[in-house]
């Protein structure tokens, strides 16, 4: 028998033309969809992008949190230009920053957090994503602790001494990510002026990258309190509802949210829940399904109810799935491992400099750079 997860659904969760494309990866597959389904006149550009969400598309703002969901060390970054670990979870570039060039606003999106951010940058725009975030605040507050309990417990002794006390900040929440967009739209209004603010807000792309860490750690996580995965898929829906909602009440009008990959395959799921054959997490995938299923409902709602907007969603589920079933086709060769050390468990603060003699020497082969996040080619065009 099949999973399901291996079925795609008889209706569209993306646009027609999508289903066509197969020489994309996943990620800058649905980017394009997104770019296609918010398209502006052709007398107008697109001024900035803003891009909330988790370790996917966190281009270095955990470095500045007390955190040890952090990347800022070898191997990390080690294909970025300079060989420079940014606090990117890639070897190199990662969707924020190809969305950004993709609409002609800049090769690099940083981070707002970065100490070194101008307002010149900050006007065609920032990624408020951090680390290990979620839908569900409780994701935020406990998803490294959730993924390797007793190392975690470790190192957040020793950060928390060193830190002299101060309590750990795991990621920034969803919330967080949103008072910081607001604190930015203060900041290019005191320099730009209320109207063209107000433009630039308008006519931006907004993207959320997020879910995958509500699923892998706090719902399956060892210190969940939860057993019902449709409620639990519900109030993830509702959180990003929401979120939409707030954006679109601060002048956003072009918003594009993706849905959750097929988390169960990654390496690191693999490892944890995949028995001693590593095989892919089949609850872990039907739960990304079934909130897949629901957010694209939603969407749909949303984007009729808010007038003047364009709200899309984004599958990137089954768009990357093939990446994985089929590596080869591709141009990939291994799919069930990340390049990083051993490839079966090693992602941020496991994944270091002391695995740099195991990690493997051409990652283009690989999907997955460490146990969770895939390679920059895996992100963008072959």
């Keep these: 028998m099949v999973a399901p997860y291996l079925s795609r659904p008889s209706h569209s969760t993306s646009s027609p033309a999508a289903a066509s494309i197969f020489l994309l990866s996943a990620f800058v597959l649905c980017i394009s969809v997104a770019t296609a389904a918010v398209r502006l006149p052709a007398n107008v550009t697109v001024p900035a992008v803003f891009v909330f969400g988790d370790s996917i598309v966190d281009p270095g703002n955990n470095n500045e949190l007390q955190t040890i969901a952090k990347c800022n060390f070898p191997p990390y970054g080690r294909d970025f230009p300079g060989g420079k670990p940014t ?19 800049k090769e690099l999106l940083p981070a707002y957090l970065d100490p070194n951010l101008q307002i010149q940058d900050l006007l065609t725009g920032v990624s408020f994503a951090s680390g290990a975030a979620g839908y569900d605040p409780q994701t935020s507050e406990t998803a490294v602790i959730t993924s390797f309990p007793v190392l975690s417990r470790i190192l957040t002794v020793v950060l928390t001494l060193q830190f002299e006390k101060t309590i750990l900040k795991r990621a920034l929440s969803l919330s967080d990510q949103l008072d910081l967009y607001k604190e930015s739209i203060a900041k290019i209004r005191a320099k730009v002026g209320e109207d063209r603010a107000a433009l630039i807000v308008s006519r931006s792309f907004n993207v959320v990258f997020l879910g995958s860490n509500d699923i892998t750690n706090t719902f399956f996580g060892p210190l969940s309190a939860q057993d019902d ?31 959750i990959p097929p988390i169960g395959c990654v390496p690191a799921q693999r490892t944890l829940r995949g028995g001693i054959e590593r095989n892919c997490f089949d609850d872990g995938n039907d739960a990304a399904i079934l909130f897949n299923s629901k957010l694209s409902s939603q969407i ?80 963008k065009e072959k």
């Design 87 to 105: 606090g990117r979870f890639s070897n190199g570039r990662v969707p924020s920053d190809m969305l950004a060039e993709l609409v002609g606003v």
């Design 229 to 259: 995965i449709s409620s639990y898929t519900d109030l993830m829906v509702k959180s990003a509802t929401s979120f939409i909602q707030e954006l679109y009440g601060l002048g956003a009008r072009r918003i594009g949210i993706t849905g």
């Design 300 to 379: 749909d709602s949303l984007s009729s109810q808010l007038s003047n907007s364009k709200i899309v969603y984004i599958d990137i589920y089954y768009s990357f799935l093939p990446l994985i079933q089929n590596p080869t086709k591709y141009g990939f060769e291994v799919s069930t491992k990340g390049c990083c050390g051993t490839g079966n468990i090693e992602v941020s603060f496991l994944c270091n400099k002391l695995d740099d003699l195991m990690t493997c020497i051409n990652d283009e082969k690989y999907v997955f750079w460490d146990s969770f996040h895939p390679t920059e080619k895996a992100y």
